[in-house]
């Protein structure tokens, strides 16, 4: 990484002069804030340089092809634009969650918290991004799967943009792979069960990575009112196919993100009764509908899985007394609860 050398600007005119003919090699100059700075740069391939304000700017150069300096340098992480201002700086497609633009030389990859066909998950500093193709089995050879797939090798560069609210893209910074691509199943457009590819990214930055938990939050809670409108078939479906893994983001506490189809699902069968003191829930909510919590059996921070055989909804005052006192009695009840569910309904 390249410290940049300080060139003096007269005050007076707002030029700065600098010797070129004693320069044997490539460099590129900086101008910030009426401060210049001038780094070398290698006969090809991509440097980086810190600003005088701690900046870290990327910067690719070919000989006799010129300077393309990173989109790093046009936005900061977590700036948010609408979908326009990201087109007009990427000069990419105003559409699709993976955008290919060969001007810019980048991917844009969005992941929408709020509305979206695909699961992706954060865990810890990783997001597990779907892949590609909205009906059937996905391809890694398939269009933007097969650019990040080879973003390794081909100069790509891959840009992280999080939709939190609708229309507002968060910019979270530059990407790359922080694994091979894998295998899972999720539904399709049409609510088949496929085969997807996912692929492991972190961010380059590290310090880019932590979220205001608020922001993650409210867009949780738009999933939540999704997923109450779904018939109980396609809830089902959807709850059924979890993963059981739950996101961990970092936000400034460790904050787990709970698949919101299956905590429907809970509340949906509990049908208004808590499934360990067997009341009615105390009271319904503005909406009409019992209000109830939803537990994890064995609860997340000690392993458990966020399916929907490890989730049962209760009421308020039970739902403090599992987190306080956990009795293995009561445990072993709502296991029972579980079970009884599930063997009714087979």
């Known amino acids: 990484m390249k410290r940049l050398q300080n060139i003096d600007i007269n005050p007076r005119t707002g030029e700065l002069n600098i010797g070129i003919m004693d320069k044997n090699s490539s460099f590129a100059i900086v101008v910030c804030n009426g401060r210049a700075r001038l780094t070398e740069l290698p006969d090809h391939g991509e440097t980086k340089i810190v600003t005088h304000q701690g900046k870290v700017k990327r910067i690719k150069y070919d000989e006799g092809g010129g300077i393309l300096v990173s989109m790093e340098s046009v936005l900061t992480p977590r700036h948010v634009i609408n979908n326009k201002q990201l087109v007009s700086i990427f000069k990419c497609s105003p559409q699709g969650g993976m955008r290919r633009s060969k001007d810019t030389n980048t991917l844009v990859i969005v992941s929408n918290n709020v509305e979206s066909l695909y699961e992706n998950k954060w865990l810890g500093g990783t997001l597990h991004y779907t892949g590609m193709g909205r009906v059937g089995d996905q391809s890694l050879e398939f269009m933007q799967n097969k650019t990040l797939n080879q973003s390794r090798v081909n100069g790509v560069e891959v840009h992280l943009f999080e939709v939190f609210k609708e229309q507002e893209y968060t910019y979270r910074g530059v990407v790359e792979l922080a694994g091979d691509p894998y295998q899972e199943r999720q539904l399709d457009e049409e609510g088949y069960l496929r085969l997807v590819w996912i692929f492991p990214l972190s961010l380059i930055n590290e310090s880019t990575q932590r979220i205001n938990k608020e922001t993650v939050k ?3 809670g738009n999933r939540r009112h999704k ?3 779904m018939s109980d078939d396609e809830l ?6 979890s993963t059981g893994q ?3 983001r970092n936000t400034n506490t460790v ?4 698949d919101p189809y299956v905590a429907e ?7 208004g009764i808590c499934q360990l003191c067997e009341n009615s829930a105390p009271f319904v909510n503005k909406k009409g509908e019992p209000f109830l919590h939803t537990h ?4 997340l921070s000690r392993g458990g899985e966020d399916t929907v055989e490890n989730t049962i909804a209760l009421c308020p005052n039970c739902h403090e007394r599992m987190h306080v006192l956990n009795g293995k009695g009561d445990v072993e009840k709502l296991k029972t609860k579980v079970q009884q569910h599930f063997t009714s309904c087979n």
Do not use: D, L
């Open 218 to 220: 409210n867009a949780e």
């Open 227 to 229: 997923a109450r409108r």
């Open 236 to 241: 089902s479906k959807r709850a059924h196919s």
């Open 246 to 248: 739950a996101g961990i």
């Open 255 to 258: 904050y787990y993100q709970r």
């Open 265 to 271: 699902y809970a509340k949906r069968w509990a049908k």
């Open 296 to 299: 994890h059996i064995q609860w």
